[in-house]
């Protein structure tokens, strides 16, 4: 529990109390849930200590009201859990908002999960000699859960990584030229969801859930889509 109070803390303690909504609370609630696969009894206690917080900011008058009132653990949560599908305009939508944000930096990553529905492991751990920007082409390496697939990319995406293409190393880092993690992605996202540029709720998950959805949608095969998920 002291930990994701520390997680927390890393992800939201830079921003105005005032930015903090439901959304954004309830997708870090989740992501803390996917991360550390824990059960809906300890998500609830966290909320419930999280609850207690923002009661003291009421109680001070610094907020009038909690962004988790509107955020419930009553019945355990099913073990398939649907996720959200956004359609393609959404999707432009959202990439146009991140282009506008984030330009050379987050945008470029997220269009890479948007292109080829990869996990959230696959695009942070991502290195140069993964990348043929001659051949326009991302190679995502295979694992004891995932088959080794090579995928396209578009000329716009090519571009973007051209400018910051580097011998080898992450393609991927941060403004401390870090290589990303799953958290330090999430906080990322989080950031630019606290700027209210895009104000649809989404996360990665449904990302490659819509990928998969508007594939087939489009004609594809579930055989062709297997593959390109690395199944």
Known sequence: MRLHLVDFIDTFGHLQIHDLSSDILKNWLEMIQQENKIADATLKSLKCTLDRLFKFLID???ISESPLSEIYYQKPSEKHIERNYIPAQDLENLQNALNRYSPGYLYPIIKLFIETGAKVTEVVDLKWNQVNLVEKTVTFLGTDKSQERTLPISDELSSLLMRTQ??????????HREPFTRRKLSRAINEFKARGIYRKNWNLLDLRHSFATNFLSNGGSLRELQILLGH
Do not use: L, N
């Not at 080898?168 to 403004?175: E, N």
């Open 60 to 62: 001070k008058e610094i």
């Open 166 to 175: 580097k011998e080898a190393g992450h393609v991927f880092k941060t403004y």
